[in-house]
């Protein structure tokens, strides 16, 4: 116990935060990114032209289909490898893509999961397609993707883990750093670990307050 | 009010509606009636624009709702549907489901909107019910919030999409009176129905659909006690009759005795002679299997509307000879009390029993 409390000195939280708040950066940024990303894809896949409807299909199998760090990996080393794009940038990008495969499956889902009677009854009352989406589709599809949606963002934080290997200093490599320099891995592991604990239980109740405010379907 | 002119709507190859035209009046009440996969619901969802039909015209209050210019939004918020499945809308409360549209669509304030609301459920009776959700409710209440729903936008014309067909039969009732306490407000309605009871009580008009279109339209009283056409009286008469066929002595009883007392239940025949109905035809046909007198029965219980009594009529093969002229059986004795008049006639197609039973209504 001694030992793990001369282990956490000013410096040690000094560098832990800095790496916290790149990994948060990076959730935050990545999951932003791929919410907006996700409601083009789903609006691509409901489309009536096809070649959208393709394109869209083919960008969630490609994606969700690959190890999110082999496309870090090519979008850093391939893609964005000339234009002089800072790691964290592709690093957002990367997980944006990849959330946004993810969270427009969640999406689709949702909307199929709304009864389209109740549409057809929306609009039936005389509400134009747009208000019957507004008013009846949407926050039912909220309510119901919400729960989803808070285990991606839960997920979407621990693989940014792997954002060592395009040379960003995360929680999780800072963390390792600390353990390979002090040669007490043990305390900074632990550590390491409750915090993701800390900050995935965090995400947990945020998302739990908002459904229970607007998740009163049934 | 509606006048929908040479309507034609086919899926496929398959024709559902062919050059139907119609005219209806402002505060007409019209049930549109027969057989399944007629047309019935694809009409009403042509009328209010869900489902576009191949060709003819459509007016709504002078509207051509057909009219690509036609703000179709605009010419439903003047029309409710009340669907058979309720479809309220399940985020929302009770009252919130009553007022979306008038305040959305309306412009009222929410305390007007409210206001109008209260005022609706206090005519379906689901006042106490304002802040529940619709998942909380039974079918029944449901299905008259979705009326109050339609109610709300104070429209000119209601649709009704077989509304009591997904209901257990205890809530029909309920549902039905909601109905009757609107049709009374002079509110233009089409009540697609399997109802007849209530069409013939409620409707001031009743289309019989056939054939890809209108094939019978007249008051209640034409269509329901002096259909002119072949289908029509077909299906009137069917409405009425029960019919079952027995192949063999091991055949279904309990199906049999289901069916009787759900067809009691149908013209409102009393428990009591629900069962003394069942019990009488249980004897015939068992004493005739039983004794080797028949070994297929075809059997019919019609309902007459003008003195309440039912005919039991059994069409058996077998031997010919009347079973009343027989020994004294137990069950036959129970029989020949119950019933008014006993009639046997034998013919090449078999033996024939009409036995009139009465239902002590009338």
């Avoid at chain 2, 009340?82 to 479809?87: D, E, G, L, T």
């Amino acid at each position: 116990m001694d030992g793990f409390i001369a282990f956490i000195t000013a410096d040690t939280l000094k560098v832990i935060w800095s790496g916290l708040k790149v990994t948060l950066l990076i959730t935050a940024a990545g999951l932003l990114l791929g919410t907006l990303l996700a409601a083009l894809l789903c609006a691509a896949s409901r489309s009536k032209i096809i070649v959208l409807r393709v394109a869209e299909k083919a960008f969630s199998v490609v994606v969700r289909g690959t190890p999110v760090l082999m496309l870090l990996l090519l979008l850093f080393y391939v893609v964005f490898a000339r234009t002089g794009m800072s790691a964290i940038m592709v690093a957002i990008i990367g997980f944006g893509l990849n959330t946004a495969a993810h969270v427009s499956e969640i999406m689709k889902s949702a909307l199929m999961a709304v009864d389209a009677g109740q549409v057809k009854a929306a609009r039936t009352l005389g509400f134009s397609a747009w208000q019957a989406f507004w008013y009846v589709t949407f926050p039912q599809a909220v309510a119901f993707a919400l729960p989803m949606y808070r285990n991606a963002t839960i997920n979407l934080l621990q693989w940014t883990s792997v954002v060592g290997y395009v040379t960003i200093s995360d929680l999780t490599r800072v963390i390792n750093q600390l353990g390979a320099r002090s040669a007490k891995p043990f305390y900074s592991l632990f550590l390491g670990i409750v915090i993701y604990l800390f900050v995935g239980y965090m995400i947990h109740l945020i998302f739990k307050l908002t459904e229970r405010k607007g998740g009163r379907v049934r | 009010m509606i006048r929908v002119e040479n309507l034609s709507k086919s899926f496929g190859k398959l024709t559902v509606l062919r050059d139907v035209s119609l005219h209806i009046k402002k505060g007409e009440c019209v049930a549109i009636i027969g057989p399944s996969g007629t047309g019935k619901s694809v009409f009403l969802s042509c009328l209010n624009g869900l489902m576009t039909p191949d060709c003819g015209k459509i007016f709504i209050d002078g509207d051509d709702i057909c009219d690509r210019h036609t703000n179709i939004n605009k010419v439903r918020s003047k029309m409710g549907m009340v669907y058979q499945a309720f479809h309220l809308f399940s985020h929302l409360t009770v009252m919130e489901n009553i007022t979306l549209a008038p305040r959305k669509l309306l412009r009222l304030s929410a305390a007007e909107a409210q206001t109008k609301a209260e005022k609706l459920l206090d005519m379906v009776a689901l006042r106490e019910k304002a802040n529940a959700m619709p998942g909380e409710l039974s079918g029944g209440q449901q299905q008259r919030i979705a009326i109050a729903r339609a109610m709300a936008m104070d429209p000119q014309i209601v649709l009704f999409d077989e509304p009591t067909s997904a209901l257990d039969p205890t809530m029909v009732g309920e549902v039905l009176a909601a109905i009757r306490t609107f049709a009374d407000k002079g509110v233009t309605m089409l009540i697609v129905t399997h109802e007849m009871e209530f069409a013939r009580e409620v409707a001031s008009r009743v289309l019989y659909m056939d054939e890809n279109g209108i094939y019978e339209d007249g008051t209640p009283e034409q269509i329901f006690d002096n259909p002119q056409k072949p289908k029509t009286k077909a299906f009137i008469g069917k409405l009425k009759t029960l019919r079952y066929e027995i192949a063999s002595k091991n055949f279904d009883f309990l199906q049999l005795y289901t069916r009787i007392s759900l067809f009691c239940q149908k013209y409102r025949i009393t428990p009591k002679s629900s069962h003394s109905m069942q019990l009488c035809t249980e004897e015939a046909v068992f004493y005739l299997l039983n004794n080797d007198l028949a070994s297929r029965i075809e059997l019919s219980l019609e309902y007459s509307d003008k003195n309440g009594t039912v005919t039991l009529s059994l069409d058996y093969d077998g031997p010919p000879g009347n079973p009343f002229d027989c020994e004294e059986d137990l069950g036959l004795i129970l029989l020949r009390a119950k019933s008014s008049q006993i009639e046997y006639t034998n013919d090449e197609k078999g033996n024939h029993l009409k036995v009139n039973l009465q239902t002590g209504e009338k």
